[in-house]
Every structure is written in structure tokens, then in C-alpha cells.
């Protein structure tokens, strides 16, 4: 069974351009999330979807981030401008709505701004 | 809110115990734990739900303490491949139907090295 696949794994981009991420989750997961992780520290939720609905964005900064998850299957995360402070990892994250809990992440998309 | 972990690094030797404990503020309704090697993905290894069930890794055990808020991952006869970050995940609740999750707010992790 494929896993949670994430693209592009690395970007390196400068501050005030536009990036995004996209993230395919495993078949049949209802729910995907979104973190992020800085140097050292632990997953921090951007997002949660259920289905195409976007259950928690509580901790998405709503003014240069945005994110879709269109037909609820794949979803991209954009920045519009990238902030130096927006260096991190993109973690993606799916799991079954009614499962134990257990959240298959991808491996992350890498992003530093110059 | 963010659960602590303790210790926040720890060094053992191929065979060693070592015991990882997290703590939080707010009444828990599970606690999952996941562990992380450098470059990759976290990887599931535990949840413990309020109630006592538990279910995971058949080499890692861990326990909840509902009344303290706290949970502690154990690792025994500790292997290389156990080396890593691991982070407690709380989460703090649940719909009233249980067919959905609540918030899973992360520690700031414990870095595990195993040396031969």
C-alpha cells in the first residue's frame, strides 16, 4: 500500500515568492492534516480536513496562508509571500475517520527562504 | 496547550532501559506516541485511549495516567534501530459520537541515541 506521498520534498525559495505544497494521502483516508515542524521541535496542526472540510484551520495564518483539498483526496498548502520565519518542514499527514487515531505522515516537503 | 516531555535527550547502550515521560495540563482523552528518525517521516508506535485501552508496538509498552494527565513510553532491552526523536502527541477531545478526533498537539520530543 503506497504511502502518504509529498511534493517537492526540498524548495528554496526568496522571501515574498510564492510556493506550494501538494499531498496525496493514503486511499480511503477521510481525514488529512497539515503541520508543521520547525528545527527540534515537535508537529505543529495547521489544518485538519474531513473530507473536504476543513474541521480545524484554528492555527493557519490565515494571511499568507491558504490551503484546499479539493474533491477530498489531495490537497495543497500555498504561502503567499514566504516569510523567512516560514523555513521549515511541511509535514502531511492522513488517517481513517474512525480508526484508533493513528496518523500516516508523508516525509515532509523542506522548505527554506532566503 | 504543548504536553512537556522528560528528559529531553537521552544516551544508552544496546540493551539498556530507558523510560520517556509526558506530562499535560488539560484533561487527556488519548495519548499517541510517535517516533522519528532524522530526515523522515514520524512513525506511529502507540495510542493509549482513556479507559485503559491500549494498542501499538509489541515491543514498546506504555502506561496512562488518567488522573496525573500523564503517559511514559518504555523502551526495554533498548536496539540501535530504537534511536531517534520521540514525541508524545495529547489529545485533549473527541466528538461526543467518537467517530471523530480532536486536536493531537504534540511535545517538543526526547532524542533517543543507542550506542553499540
Known amino acids: 500500500e503506497a504511502g502518504v506521498v509529498q511534493s517537492p520534498r526540498y524548495k528554496i525559495i526568496e522571501k515574498k515568492q510564492p510556493v506550494a505544497f501538494w499531498c496525496n494521502p493514503i486511499s480511503g483516508h477521510n481525514t488529512l492534516y497539515w503541520y508543521l515542524q520547525n528545527l527540534g521541535q515537535g508537529p505543529e496542526l495547521l489544518i485538519r480536513?474531513?473530507?473536504?472540510?476543513?474541521?480545524?484551520d484554528s492555527q493557519l495564518p490565515k494571511d499568507r496562508f491558504s490551503a484546499e483539498r479539493l474533491k477530498g483526496v489531495d490537497s495543497t498548502l500555498k504561502i503567499q509571500p514566504a516569510e523567512l520565519g516560514d523555513s521549515a518542514v511541511y509535514l502531511c499527514?492522513?488517517?481513517?475517520?474512525?480508526?484508533?487515531?493513528?496518523?500516516?505522515f508523508g516525509e515532509g516537503s523542506r522548505l527554506t527562504v532566503l | 496547550q504543548q504536553p512537556v516531555q522528560s528528559p529531553q535527550a537521552v544516551i544508552l547502550r544496546e540493551g539498556e532501559d530507558a523510560v520517556i515521560n509526558c506530562s499535560s495540563s488539560k484533561a487527556l482523552y488519548s495519548v499517541h506516541w510517535y517516533r522519528q528518525k532524522h530526515g523522515e517521516a514520524p512513525v506511529f508506535l502507540m495510542i493509549?485511549?482513556?479507559?485503559?485501552e491500549q494498542k501499538g508496538h509489541e515491543k514498546i509498552s506504555a502506561s496512562f495516567n488518567e488522573k496525573k494527565q500523564q503517559s511514559s513510553l518504555y523502551l526495554t532491552a533498548s536496539q540501535l534501530s530504537y534511536s531517534g526523536t520521540y514525541f508524545c502527541?495529547?489529545?485533549?477531545?473527541?466528538?461526543?459520537?467518537?467517530?471523530?478526533?480532536?486536536?493531537?498537539?504534540f511535545g517538543q520530543g526526547t532524542i533517543l541515541t543507542v550506542h553499540p
Open positions: 499527514a492522513s488517517s481513517y475517520r474512525d480508526s484508533t487515531g493513528e496518523l500516516f
Open positions: 502527541g495529547s489529545m485533549t477531545s473527541a466528538n461526543a459520537g467518537g467517530t471523530s478526533y480532536g486536536k493531537l498537539t
Open positions: 493509549l485511549l482513556k479507559g485503559g
Open positions: 480536513y474531513e473530507n473536504e472540510e476543513a474541521v480545524d
